[in-house]
């Protein structure tokens, strides 16, 4: 049976709180391997005060055919993430799931990316 995998690109100041129930129901129920990316290597601070590593960089990640999705929880975008615009435009180009919560719309929709 082929493993179920998503992305959950994390950055400085997102809002981690629109994503926790999300990945735990992904991860717990739906059976999904759960990919943090991030654009560096570095420590992110989530608009909580948490702080998180990505599994992977976002030029790291390689060949797209094995994820299922992205996830892009909200938060303050700035127009130097555009690192992750490749991503989003391959995935939606193999049909999918590119879920952008709150203000992450800009990337898909074109404002970032």
């Known amino acids: 049976?082929?493993?179920?995998?998503i992305?959950?690109?994390?950055?400085?100041?997102?809002?981690d709180f629109e994503i926790s129930v999300l990945l735990h129901y992904l991860k717990n129920i739906g059976?999904?391997?759960?990919?943090?990316?991030?654009?560096?290597?570095?420590?992110i601070t989530a608009q909580s005060g948490l702080h998180c590593m990505s599994d992977k960089k976002v030029s790291g990640i390689g060949d797209l055919s094995g994820y299922d999705g992205l996830i892009i929880p909200g938060g303050p975008i700035?127009?130097?993430?555009?690192?992750i615009c490749p991503v989003i435009r391959e995935l939606?180009?193999?049909?999918?799931?590119?879920?952008?919560i709150?203000?992450?719309?800009?990337?898909s929709g074109g404002?970032?990316?």
């Open 1 to 5: 049976m082929k493993t179920k995998k």
């Open 7 to 15: 992305l959950c690109y994390i950055y400085n100041d997102m809002a």
């Open 31 to 43: 059976g999904y391997e759960i990919t943090a990316i991030s654009d560096d290597s570095g420590l």
């Open 78 to 83: 700035d127009n130097n993430q555009n690192g």
């Open 92 to 100: 939606i180009k193999r049909n999918k799931l590119v879920a952008a």
């Open 102 to 107: 709150c203000f992450a719309r800009s990337f």
């Open 111 to 113: 404002q970032v990316c």
